[in-house]
């Protein structure tokens, strides 16, 4: 498939499994708590809720673009977790190589709204809070939040490859003729 040796075999098995860890890494962003802290440890936000001290939480979800960026995020996660059943079947079977492109586009897709989560949450975020609280404080992007851009970086990948691989058909099926870098004059 490439000149640095991918064989199109070990793609069947390599793209599944990065759309595996694509949807461990969505899950750790959807459920972190921490997408953002200040940097002493006074305050605290996840994607659902922001809080000041232990005790004094707020949920996130009642601002607009709260419940926007939790949305795209949620329709990544389904759009990717239903081209990762649908790459077992198109991986597996010759007759469902044509779902390639399809299963590209719609990780290109879960790209996007993901990306769009990615950017309205910190946009927002600094807009409603940071901004108009005028302090000193150090506000940090946390692990949660990487994971979230980690999957996204993931899926546009895999969208580059899934759209790929059906030019590469009798590769991965095994009935393309070996061909040599070298030829005897």
Same mark, same amino acid.
């Given at each position: 498939?490439?000149?640095?040796?991918?064989?199109?075999?070990?793609?069947?098995?390599?793209?599944?499994?990065?759309?595996?860890?694509?949807?461990?890494?969505?899950?750790?962003?959807?459920?972190?708590?921490?997408?953002?802290?200040?940097?002493?440890?006074?305050?605290?936000?996840?994607?659902?809720?922001?809080?000041?001290?232990?005790?004094?939480?707020?949920?996130?979800?009642?601002?607009?673009?709260?419940?926007?960026?939790?949305?795209? =995020?949620?329709?990544?996660?389904?759009? =990717?977790?239903?081209?990762?059943?649908?790459?077992?079947?198109?991986?597996?079977?010759?007759?469902?190589?044509?779902?390639?492109?399809?299963?590209?586009?719609?990780?290109?897709?879960?790209?996007?709204?993901?990306?769009?989560? =990615?950017?309205?949450?910190?946009?927002?975020?600094?807009?409603?809070?940071?901004?108009?609280?005028?302090?000193?404080?150090?506000?940090?992007?946390?692990?949660?939040?990487?994971?979230?851009?980690?999957?996204?970086?993931?899926?546009?990948?895999?969208?580059?490859?899934?759209?790929?691989?059906?030019?590469?058909?009798?590769?991965?099926?095994?009935?393309?003729?070996?061909?040599?870098?070298?030829?005897?004059?």
């Amino acid at each position: 498939m490439l000149a640095c040796g991918l064989a199109c075999e070990r793609c069947r098995w390599i793209l599944p499994l990065l759309l595996l860890s694509a949807i461990i890494f969505d899950i750790i962003a959807l459920a972190g708590s921490v997408w953002l802290q200040v940097d002493g440890g006074s305050e605290e936000s996840s994607l659902w809720q922001r809080c000041t001290t232990t005790d004094n939480c707020k949920s996130l979800m009642s601002y607009g673009w709260g419940r926007a960026a939790a949305a795209m =995020l949620i329709c990544g996660f389904i759009i =990717l977790v239903i081209c990762f059943i649908l790459s077992f079947f198109a991986l597996c079977g010759s007759q469902m190589l044509v779902f390639l492109k399809m299963i590209g586009g719609l990780l290109a897709l879960a790209a996007v709204f993901q990306i769009i989560c =990615l950017v309205i949450y910190p946009v927002k975020y600094n807009q409603e809070f940071i901004f108009n609280s005028k302090s000193d404080v150090t506000y940090i992007y946390s692990w949660a939040y990487g994971f979230g851009w980690a999957a996204t970086i993931i899926l546009i990948g895999c969208s580059f490859f899934f759209c790929c691989l059906p030019n590469y058909v009798d590769d991965l099926l095994g009935n393309a003729k070996p061909r040599y870098f070298y030829t005897s004059p």
